[in-house]
T-cell receptor
Framework: GAVVSQHPSRVICKSGTSVKIECRSL??????MFWYRQFPKQSLMLMAT?????????EQGVEKDKFLINHASLTLSTLTVTSAHPEDSSFYIC???????????FGEGSRLTVL | QKEVEQNSGPLSVPEGAIASLNCTYS??????FFWYRQYSGKSPELIMF????GDKEDGRFTAQLNKASQYVSLLIRDSQPSDSATYLC???????????FGKGTKLSVIP
């Protein structure tokens, strides 16, 4: 089946630094990928929709200058958390839609801890 | 504002019993309905999806959809301790692949 790979799975960084998370669709092309954030005991909240070759669409309340999304190819989308702060510590999950079935496949998630 | 509501639980059932998980949604135009299982610290994994009213069975899992009442449920037969996880209900709107998630129901299967 379709697989979405996310890297890194865990990252710890200092406040003020930037962190990049990669999301790859391994055996299918994904023109659209989605980035979610999940705080402890909360549901997944959609941050943005990443579109290959065009600008990402951000959800209300998500700062596009802070969460930079690049979808340069049909198999790779990246999320860069710029000038990270402790409140950005969360579980970030990407997903991509399978072309044949339309179902959403999730990456393994990336746990970010900002000290 | 589209909303998906789930009882947060925890729902505790003995091993071998039927676990019943429920979800209601506010957008009457919703068209696709998904159940995901999420183990602690892990990413969600798809269990089932359903588009039409009625029941859909897959192994020990049965999804039930009632669009008139705007609810979708997931039944897990012969519950196993390995089924212990948080179950997320997710819904897409008309013409959209964007998922709206509920907060999830934590299921605990007691051996």
């Amino acid at each position: 089946g379709a697989v979405v790979s996310q890297h890194p799975s865990r990252v710890i960084c200092k406040s003020g630094t930037s962190v990049k998370i990669e999301c790859r669709s391994l055996d299918f092309q994904a023109t659209t990928m989605f980035w979610y954030r999940q705080f402890p005991k909360q549901s997944l909240m959609l941050m943005a929709t990443s579109n290959e070759g065009s600008k990402a669409t951000y959800e209300q309340g998500v700062e596009k200058d802070k969460f930079l999304i690049n979808h340069a190819s049909l198999t790779l989308s990246t999320l860069t958390v710029t000038s990270a702060h402790p409140e950005d510590s969360s579980f970030y999950i990407c997903s991509a839609r399978g072309a044949s079935t339309g179902e959403l496949f999730f990456g393994e998630g990336s746990r970010l801890t900002v000290l | 504002q589209k909303e998906v509501e789930q009882n947060s639980g925890p729902l505790s059932v003995p091993e071998g019993a039927i676990a019943s998980l429920n979800c209601t949604y506010s957008d009457r135009g919703s068209q696709s309905f998904f159940w995901y299982r999420q183990y602690s610290g892990k990413s969600p994994e798809l269990i089932m999806f359903i588009y039409s009213n009625g029941d859909k069975e897959d192994g020990r899992f049965t999804a039930q959809l009632n669009k008139a009442s705007q609810y979708v449920s997931l039944l897990i037969r012969d519950s196993q301790p390995s089924d212990s996880a948080t179950y997320l209900c997710a819904v897409t709107g008309a013409g959209s692949y964007q998922l709206t998630f509920g907060k999830g129901t934590k299921l605990s299967v007691i051996p």
